[in-house]
């Protein structure tokens, strides 16, 4: 006698470890809700499905193993879209799973149907319709393989109510065989080689870290690599954490809004020894003007990065930290003390600045903030001016320790990830960096954190505006600001208090320290309420169609106002 598809899928997820699910509940997966009762997994009911995908996406990047949201049919499944997507392009490992209607009424237009599998075929590794409870144990065991194997990223599986209802006679398959999907760990020896050689002959080396360093924890033979060969590092958004921002040979981010002396140090370089990044658009800038001296190097585990931007002279397929293991030992220790100097004349002469301490700077919260919290806190961001500064200002020291969502860009992460980091390490202090427009797309999930007495801290940087499109309408647009001011925000610290959290405020440069330090300190759910100017802007900044070394750097006038015209 067999067990209910339900139960069967709930006993896979007990198989792969799972512990925690994110979702809500709804008609076409009440077998599976039901399978869930007693199983020992905890449900965490969230107020909007779109919340439960980035949630997932915060346990799975503290746990390192897939995060699992679950979702009825229809509009449940398309709230997750959002959440899948950016999961896609962070190479985050989820495991959807989605209701859908019987396998008799597909196609029909019923009620609450939508073909989920077909919207999501461009921003999942691969998903699926089951067709037979049978399915149900190696569907999921794929499932969760294809996720966490080779360049992490998202599988959906649908399942109609009457598979997850009907009975299920199979056993879990021992092993996963899928055929054409065997994903490259190791680079090729003599690539590696031409890696080490092209390293000997390089006198200005960089070396331009990403997300792929902490996904294949690589950062203790990066550290290693940089040090040998006295090579500066710098990252992009999803690399931050991957080398110490503390650490002499730390350049920070790069592109669109990097410090200016990693732009400048990528523009003169001769070497760009690139790992486990994606050469996007938001680094590179102008493709004909990126790197323009560099031999590069791409060291990745997707073959279909490799050139798919940047012309590369050196490809190596392969997981990151695999591929510096095999190199390291071919690597002797060098000397670039002449190129470190430029660079560390760079950075003196073009360092990060937000001008006076007159008024309440949001680069100076966010600066504090790091200074009073960096050493233990994981850090979740927004998209938006505070994302940046954040990148810029807070000073990441450990991997896996800054989480935002990089490639799509998505408002609306960064409480529902803190959810799930704070859920995957109880202990950790969560903090939670957004804005005022960000931060009301997800603000319904005070509810879930409350609910599951999460004492997460949620900095506020509140200007009432959309301020980073409306710093692209004053560059852009020759200032003709619209669509850009909320006159309807509500007050942040009362509405803590409508949740019974806490709530303290920021106005003023005097009260940053004292509130942070109470907000850190308190053990409660809280709300920082930043109360900053909507003509702060973030720099540096590099227009469209430029370099990287043609920035435009902070500048304030006499009336300090920002100044910048391209």
Same mark, same amino acid.
């Given at each position: 006698?067999g067990?209910?598809?339900?139960?069967?899928? $709930?006993?896979?997820?007990?198989?792969?470890g799972?512990?925690?699910?994110?979702?809500?509940?709804?008609?076409?997966?009440?077998p599976?809700?039901?399978?869930? $009762?007693?199983?020992?997994?905890?449900?965490?009911?969230?107020?909007?499905?779109?919340?439960?995908?980035?949630a997932?996406?915060?346990?799975?990047?503290?746990?390192?193993?897939?995060?699992?949201?679950?979702?009825?049919?229809?509009?449940?499944?398309?709230?997750?879209?959002?959440?899948?997507?950016?999961?896609?392009?962070?190479?985050?490992?989820? #495991?959807?799973?989605?209701?859908?209607v019987p396998?008799?009424?597909?196609?029909?237009?019923?009620?609450?149907e939508?073909?989920?599998?077909?919207?999501?075929?461009?921003?999942?590794?691969?998903? =699926?319709?089951?067709?037979?409870?049978?399915?149900?144990?190696?569907?999921?065991?794929?499932?969760?393989?294809?996720?966490?194997?080779?360049r992490?990223?998202?599988?959906?599986?649908?399942?109609?109510?009457?598979?997850?209802a009907?009975l299920?006679?199979?056993?879990?398959?021992?092993?996963?065989?899928?055929?054409?999907?065997?994903?490259?760990?190791?680079?090729?020896?003599?690539?590696?080689?031409? /890696?080490?050689?092209?390293?000997?002959?390089?006198?200005?080396?960089?070396?331009?870290?990403?997300?792929?360093?902490?996904?294949?924890?690589?950062?203790r033979?990066?550290?290693?690599?940089?040090?040998?060969?006295?090579?500066?590092?710098?990252?992009?958004?999803m690399?931050?954490?991957?080398?110490p921002?503390?650490?002499?040979?730390a350049?920070g /981010? %790069?592109?669109?809004?990097?410090?200016?002396?990693?732009?400048?140090?990528?523009?003169?370089?001769?070497?760009?020894?690139?790992?486990?990044?994606r050469?996007?658009?938001?680094?590179?800038?102008?493709?004909?003007?990126?790197?323009?001296?560099?031999?590069?190097?791409?060291?990745?585990?997707?073959p279909?990065?490799?050139?798919?931007?940047?012309?590369?002279?050196?490809?190596? #397929?392969?997981? #990151?930290r695999?591929?510096?293991?095999?190199?390291?030992?071919?690597?002797?220790?060098?000397?670039?003390?002449?190129?470190?100097?430029?660079?560390?004349?760079?950075?003196?002469?073009?360092?990060?600045?937000y001008?006076?301490?007159?008024?309440?700077?949001?680069?100076?919260?966010?600066e504090k903030?790091?200074? %009073?919290?960096r050493?233990?806190?994981?850090?979740?961001?927004?998209?938006?001016?505070?994302? /940046?500064?954040?990148?810029?200002? =807070?000073?990441?020291?450990?991997?896996?320790?800054?989480?935002?969502?990089?490639?799509?860009?998505?408002?609306?992460y960064g409480?529902?990830?803190?959810?799930?980091?704070?859920?995957?390490?109880?202990?950790?202090?969560?903090?939670?960096?957004t804005?005022?427009?960000?931060?009301?797309?997800? /603000?319904?999930?005070l509810?879930?954190a409350?609910?599951?007495?999460?004492?997460?801290?949620?900095?506020?940087?509140?200007?009432?505006?959309?301020?980073?499109?409306?710093?692209?309408?004053?560059?852009?647009?020759?200032?003709? =600001?619209?669509?850009?001011?909320?006159?309807g925000n509500p007050?942040?610290?009362r509405?803590?208090s409508?949740?019974?959290?806490a709530?303290?405020?920021?106005?003023?440069?005097a009260? #940053?320290?004292?509130a942070?330090?109470?907000?850190?300190?308190?053990?409660?759910?809280?709300?920082?309420?930043?109360?900053?100017?909507?003509?702060?802007m973030?720099?540096?900044?590099?227009?469209?169609?430029?370099?990287?070394?043609?920035?435009i750097?902070?500048?304030?006038?006499?009336?300090?106002?920002?100044?910048?015209?391209?």
């Open positions: 006698m067990i209910t598809g339900a139960a069967a899928l $709930v006993q896979c997820l007990k198989d792969q799972v512990n925690t699910v994110f979702g809500i509940p709804g008609g076409s997966v009440l599976i809700y039901d399978a869930l $009762v007693g199983s020992g997994i905890r449900h965490v009911l969230v107020r909007l499905e779109g919340a439960a995908a980035h997932a996406s915060g346990y799975a990047r503290i746990t390192g193993k897939p995060g699992v949201c679950l979702a009825t049919s229809g509009p449940g499944a398309t709230n997750l879209v959002t959440g899948i997507a950016t999961a896609y392009m962070d190479s985050v490992p989820l #495991v959807v799973i989605t209701g859908q396998t008799g009424m597909v196609g029909t237009d019923a009620f609450q939508v073909d989920i599998t077909g919207i999501t075929i461009p921003i999942t590794k691969h998903n =699926y319709l089951v067709k037979d409870p049978n399915d149900l144990p190696r569907v999921i065991k794929e499932a969760f393989h294809i996720a966490s194997t080779g992490p990223g998202p599988v959906l599986v649908d399942v109609p109510k009457d598979i997850s009907g299920c006679h199979a056993e879990t398959p021992a092993e996963v065989e899928l055929r054409g999907y065997k994903p490259t760990y190791q680079g090729h020896p003599a690539q590696i080689k031409n /890696m080490a050689r092209l390293i000997r002959e390089s006198e200005r080396p960089v070396i331009y870290a990403g997300g792929g360093v902490i996904t294949s924890q690589a950062s033979e990066l550290l290693t690599l940089a040090e040998r060969i006295q090579a500066p590092v710098t990252t992009t958004l690399g931050i954490g991957a080398f921002e503390d650490h002499p040979l350049l /981010m %790069l592109g669109l809004h990097g410090t200016p002396y990693a732009n400048y140090a990528v523009t003169e370089t001769d070497l760009l020894i690139g790992l486990g990044v050469f996007d658009d938001r680094v590179t800038s102008l493709v004909e003007k990126f790197a323009p001296q560099a031999k590069v190097i791409h060291v990745d585990i997707d279909a990065e490799i050139g798919k931007n940047v012309e590369v002279d050196l490809p190596i #397929v392969g997981d #990151v695999l591929v510096l293991t095999d190199l390291l030992p071919l690597v002797e220790a060098k000397d670039h003390q002449e190129w470190l100097d430029r660079v560390y004349r760079w950075r003196r002469e073009h360092p990060l600045s001008g006076n301490g007159r008024v309440l700077r949001p680069q100076h919260v966010l903030l790091g200074e %009073l919290a050493d233990r806190a994981i850090v979740t961001t927004d998209v938006g001016q505070h994302q /940046m500064w954040a990148a810029q200002y =807070y000073k990441v020291k450990r991997p896996g320790s800054f989480l935002s969502s990089g490639g799509l860009g998505t408002m609306g409480f529902p990830a803190a959810i799930g980091a704070q859920l995957a390490d109880p202990e950790a202090l969560v903090i939670a960096v804005g005022d427009g960000s931060f009301q797309m997800h /603000m319904a999930e509810g879930t409350v609910e599951h007495g999460l004492p997460i801290k949620i900095l506020v940087i509140n200007n009432s505006s959309l301020n980073l499109v409306r710093q692209l309408q004053h560059f852009y647009h020759e200032g003709r =600001y619209f669509a850009v001011s909320f006159h007050d942040f610290v509405l803590a409508c949740y019974g959290a709530g303290v405020r920021i106005e003023k440069p009260d #940053v320290v004292p942070l330090e109470e907000a850190l300190n308190n053990g409660k759910l809280t709300i920082i309420d930043c109360r900053v100017q909507e003509t702060e973030v720099f540096p900044m590099v227009p469209s169609s430029k370099g990287l070394d043609e920035m750097q902070f500048n304030r006038d006499e009336n300090g106002e920002e100044e910048g015209k391209i």
